[in-house]
């Protein structure tokens, strides 16, 4: 064996040890998309001290993408704006060394390995809403699917998991046996409860679950209005006479109301701090 080959066949083992050592590395993937100013998109890293350092980048180029280290990967997010961006896909493209690049045959410069590849949307909530009354609604998603070979569910969700005590939906998932194709119509509205929160805006995204990946099918911004606004209160209403109760007490009564801030809106159901009625102790003749 020459010299040269030696050094070739040295050089080859050497780079298999190095990939059979990538190779141990696994990505798994939360979500397949970001709301800007809100989820991130959590990848977890799993790999063996050995494994060579992950060299991340976007494509396409963008500024509203950024990155956050985390002790189990990374996070893919998106700062809020006031703009309305793109909701392009994205591709996260994880490579092999530091640099990106590693070192090959000859001496010469060759691209990184790439490792992995997660394709993501990211979802901008700058756009015009569809605006909801709590007790209103609902909003509609139409389901259109494609027979798979894979069993496949439909999920309406927001990145708040709280979403499910705020809203109702229907159906609450939508299942497609593998090779079934169909459409249907998925819905969510938001419960009326007795609770100020204010205006509030949401982006609800249709989710599709196949063969165990994740994907975001559609999503829509929406704002819902509470229905339960502060009000203020009216002033006291004249005091009653003076009254014996059945515990042979007496005392006058006062009452008000509370009303809406004003008149102009939706607002149906308002909400003051205190009493809406006293008692005043008095003597009975
Ligand atoms: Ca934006
Ligand atoms: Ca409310």
């Known amino acids: ?35 800007e100013g809100g989820r991130a998109v959590n990848v977890r890293v799993i790999r063996n001290k050995t494994d060579p350092d992950i060299h991340w980048t976007i494509f396409p180029e963008t500024g509203s993408l950024k990155f956050r280290k985390t002790p189990f990967g990374l996070d893919v997010y998106a700062p809020e704006n006031s703009k309305v961006d793109d909701r392009k896909k994205y591709q996260l493209i994880g490579t092999a060394r530091g ?17 992995v590849k997660l394709r993501f949307t990211l979802l901008d909530n700058d756009g015009i809403a569809k605006r909801l009354l709590e007790i209103g609604g609902p909003v509609k998603f139409t389901v259109n699917h494609k027979a798979s070979p894979h069993r496949t569910e439909y999920i309406l969700s927001d990145f708040n998991p709280e979403i499910h005590q705020d809203w109702e939906f229907s159906p609450v998932k939508l299942t497609f046996q593998a090779n079934q194709s169909g459409s249907a119509i998925m819905y969510a509205r938001p419960k009326e409860d007795d609770i100020v929160e204010g205006t509030e805006r949401f982006v609800l995204s249709l989710k599709r679950i196949s063969n165990r990946m994740v994907s975001c099918v559609k999503s829509k911004l929406v704002e819902v209005i509470d229905d339960d606004m502060l009000g203020v209160w009216s002033t006291w209403y004249p005091v009653s006479d003076c009254q014996r109760n059945d515990l042979g007490k007496c005392s006058r009564s006062m009452s008000r109301s509370c009303k809406n801030l004003d008149n102009r809106g939706l607002s149906s159901n308002p909400h003051c701090i205190g009493p809406a009625f006293k008692q005043v102790k008095c003597i009975c003749f």
């Open 99 to 115: 640099s990106g690049f590693a070192r090959g045959p000859g001496s010469t410069l060759r691209p990184g390995k790439t490792l």
């Open 1 to 35: 064996m020459s010299f040269f080959r030696l050094v070739m066949s040295f050089w080859i083992l050497h780079s298999e040890v190095f990939y059979k050592q990538v190779s141990c590395l696994s990505v798994s993937r939360y979500v397949d998309f970001v709301e």
